[in-house]
């Protein structure tokens, strides 16, 4: 064996080496988690805030990723070749050509990306310095090539981006479910199926209406504002809230939102009979939003006014309920309870499995509550599920099926739907449902 040929193949090791690092290399910084990094780089680490502006610019860490793991093993490959040929001519080409796919695939390839998965953030924190310097050098034929590839993509269509705040959101929502799954496994369910719907709720806070997470009217606590002043008194302190709302004339006609407090130190100031105190100048404006205005808009909104209270109302300005900043942050962080508030059971589980449900109780409450899946875009209630399902309004006595439970409606107060079995459907009777199928 010449000296040449041994200088070719110490050159083919380095060369395999050098692939490993690249392949390693891409492993490692491509699924490297962006949030851990930029976490280590907002702590201090240097190391951290290289690799973060790799990631940022991706293309040009590929691109030069693939230059120089290319490059190496087409040399490698080349030397291989030349050095079989002179040690067994012709037959040294198909020799060389299975010796160094085995030699690439196990330690240039699948070696270095094992054990870049898992040694990921080590790994991308180790060789971000050197990767920097190899962007740098590279960066002007890099440059070429990526226009190359931009203007090919172009000419087959595939150049549009998509749109990154949804893929985001994505991301965010696979993320809680793949760790929440995780976490799962090794105990612990009721927490982790918790804390899932509170980041859930938090991602949904965009999308969704407060009509949706409204006291409806019907569930309301107004005061009549042309009552005897100590008549509105005594209700107030009977009452649970700290906020009424007072209507004049119809039920509908809000006039004010009368707060407990405001009350109290009206009449604790007010000299002698109580009885020409004005009401309505104590209590504070009505502020009515839109039924359709998104939880987050809400939420914002709360923070700007310094308000707790609001008054939902349809497009033709027709009362449909009241909103307050506790129901949002009860939407995030579940059921909010203190020792004012009345308890009303409005789910009650029953031995055979099935569910008796008040027919004011709201979809997405049932949806995190149980980890169910119905339906929330057409209907806020489980009643008004049920009514636009079987598209009537029910007798007391019949069932539906659909979205793999049995619904049978149990009462009905004219024509509001108050009272609901609700029954999981078995496995087996779930291929026979139709979109709503009467019975009874």
Not at 24 to 36: H, I, M
Not at 286 to 294: H, K, S, V
């Amino acid at each position: 064996m010449t000296t040449a040929m041994i200088v070719s193949i110490v050159a083919i090791l380095v060369c395999l080496v050098l692939s490993a690092f690249f392949s390693g290399s891409e492993t490692a910084l491509t699924a490297a988690s962006r949030p851990l990094i930029s976490e280590l780089e907002r702590k201090g680490d240097t190391r951290a805030g290289i690799a973060n502006g790799l990631l940022i610019k991706r293309e040009r860490l590929i691109a030069t990723i693939l230059l120089g793991n290319n490059l190496v093993n087409i040399l490698a490959s080349a030397l291989a070749t030349s050095v079989l040929i002179g040690l067994f001519g012709e037959g040294g080409v198909a020799m060389a050509t299975v010796v160094m796919t085995i030699m690439i695939l196990i330690f240039s390839e699948i070696l270095p990306k094992t054990y870049a998965l898992t040694h990921t953030h080590r790994m991308a924190l180790g060789v971000a310095p050197i990767m920097r310097v190899l962007v740098t050098i590279f960066q002007p034929l890099t440059s070429v090539i990526q226009g190359m590839v931009s203007v090919t993509l172009k000419v087959v269509g595939g150049g549009e981006r998509p749109h990154t705040s949804s893929m985001a959101l994505a991301e965010l929502r696979g993320a809680i479910e793949m760790h929440t799954a995780q976490a799962a496994e090794a105990g612990g369910e009721k927490v982790i199926a918790h804390e899932r719907a509170m980041l859930r709720s938090v991602l949904d806070l965009a999308d969704v209406e407060v009509s949706e997470i409204m006291v409806p009217r019907g569930k309301l606590v107004t005061i009549d504002a042309d009552q005897p002043t100590s008549d509105i008194v005594r209700q107030v302190l009977a009452s649970p809230y700290t906020r009424i709302p007072l209507w004049r004339g119809k039920s509908d006609n809000i006039v004010g939102i009368l707060h407990a407090k405001a009350l109290l130190r009206a009449v604790e100031a007010h000299s002698g009979d109580i009885s020409d105190l004005d009401i309505v100048a104590i209590a504070s404006p009505p502020w009515f939003i839109p039924d359709a205005t998104r939880l987050l808009d809400q939420l914002q909104a709360f923070r700007q006014r310094r308000e707790h209270f609001a008054l939902v109302v349809d497009e033709y300005g027709v009362l449909l309920g009241i909103v307050t900043l506790e129901d949002i942050l009860e939407e995030i962080v579940g059921e909010i309870s203190d020792e004012h508030d009345i308890a009303v059971s409005g789910v009650r589980p029953q031995p055979d499995g099935s569910f008796v449900i008040d027919g004011g109780v709201t979809i997405r409450d049932l949806n995190r509550q149980f980890e169910w899946d119905l339906p929330d875009e057409e209907a806020a209630t489980i009643a008004g599920l049920v009514l636009h399902e079987s598209r009537s309004i029910p007798d007391p006595g019949q069932t539906f099926l659909f979205h793999g439970f049995r619904f049978e409606v149990l009462r009905r107060h004219r024509n509001q739907i108050t009272s609901i079995r609700v029954t999981p459907v078995a496995e087996e009777e779930k291929h026979d449902e139709d979109t709503a199928q009467p019975s009874g």
